[in-house]
């Protein structure tokens, strides 16, 4: 069974690949990454100049999940522009993810980073660690505003990392924004933002950063994935490929992506836990399954969900 998939006409010779964010900051972990089994390496989300990040502990990993206050550390859009190269000659796509403290910052590093000519790039409308920063995904009108002023500079498959959503209505309204952007992938979902882990024996937080609040991840947040998986592909007719991310943790998980309508799937929590050997143990599991079922191919079942 292959496990290779093809992303906004770029080819992966596997299907999953870390999460911005997930040991992807530094030039080591990026080539790591590189020599590993990931089918792309992807860059933390980067910003006008190098972020040291919110306070530690701002990361904290559970029965069932995680959760994270990052702040957004990372070395800066000129260090990864200048990194580009040298991550291209590992033999997968390098994915650049884009971020940014205010919206005129996003058209300045998009410009800069696609000079570098990574594979694709990723827009993060869904960061939801910068305190007194509400996430642009939350805003339809700034979102379109940004991606369009972002599209024009970006010569390379531009992609938007979402933000979950909870109600259809919702959905559909970012459905009609990404279809006016020219959007060529989405990347569905980033961490459920602003939950909170308590510690009942210490009765404390379990994060220092904005009083314990932070962003979910891991097993706990897969319904809420593949719901938003599901949804924009129905809205899109399978038309723009998504990347699912939440909530995958074994090979069984990666596959209800499929399902769902997934193209390709990143990896968070459980490479945050788990370490770059999963990347082996996932493509072991879900080939297993695939095999057991009687797909070919990861295109045999993407979509195919039964309703009742
Ligand atoms: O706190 C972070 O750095 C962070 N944490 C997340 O869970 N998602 C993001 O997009 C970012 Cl940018």
Do not use: W
Not at 177 to 204: K, Q
Not at 218 to 245: D, E, H, S, W
């Amino acid at each position: 069974i292959g496990l290779s998939t093809t992303i906004a006409g770029v080819k992966f010779p596997g299907c999953f690949m870390n999460a911005a964010g997930a040991l992807c900051v530094t030039r080591d972990e990026l080539l790591a990454l590189g020599r590993s089994k990931a089918g792309a390496i992807v860059t933390k989300s980067m910003t006008m100049e190098p972020r040291h990040g919110n306070p530690e502990p701002r990361y904290y990993g559970f029965p069932g999940g995680s959760i994270n206050s990052m702040g957004l550390p990372n070395l800066g859009y000129r260090a990864y522009a200048d990194l580009i190269p040298e991550l291209k000659r590992c033999g997968k796509p390098v994915i650049a993810s884009v971020a940014g403290l205010c919206e005129d910052d996003f058209p300045t590093i998009a410009e800069a980073i696609n000079a570098a000519q990574p594979d694709l790039i990723e827009v993060n409308l869904s960061c939801p660690n910068i305190p007194g920063k509400p996430q642009i995904g939350y805003d339809a009108e700034a979102s379109e505003r940004l991606l369009k002023r972002v599209r024009r500079v970006i010569t390379v498959p531009m992609g938007v990392k979402l933000p979950p959503y909870f109600d259809p209505a919702h959905h559909d309204a970012m459905g009609k924004v990404i279809g006016r952007c020219d959007v060529d992938f989405l990347n569905l979902i980033n961490s459920v933002g602003n939950g909170l882990v308590v510690d009942p024996e210490r009765e404390a937080v379990v994060i220092k950063p904005k009083g314990g609040f932070g962003g979910l991840g891991g097993t706990l947040i897969k319904p809420v994935a593949l719901a938003n998986v599901r949804a924009f592909y129905k809205i899109f007719q399978g038309r723009i490929p998504i990347i699912g991310t939440g909530g995958i943790v074994d090979g069984v998980d990666a596959f209800e992506h499929f399902l769902c309508g997934a193209s390709a799937v990143q990896i968070g929590t459980v490479l945050v836990e788990e370490g770059l050997e999963v990347f082996g143990r996932l493509e072991t599991e879900l080939a297993a399954l695939l095999e057991k079922k009687g797909y070919r191919a990861i295109e045999d079942c993407r979509g195919k969900l039964k309703e009742l």
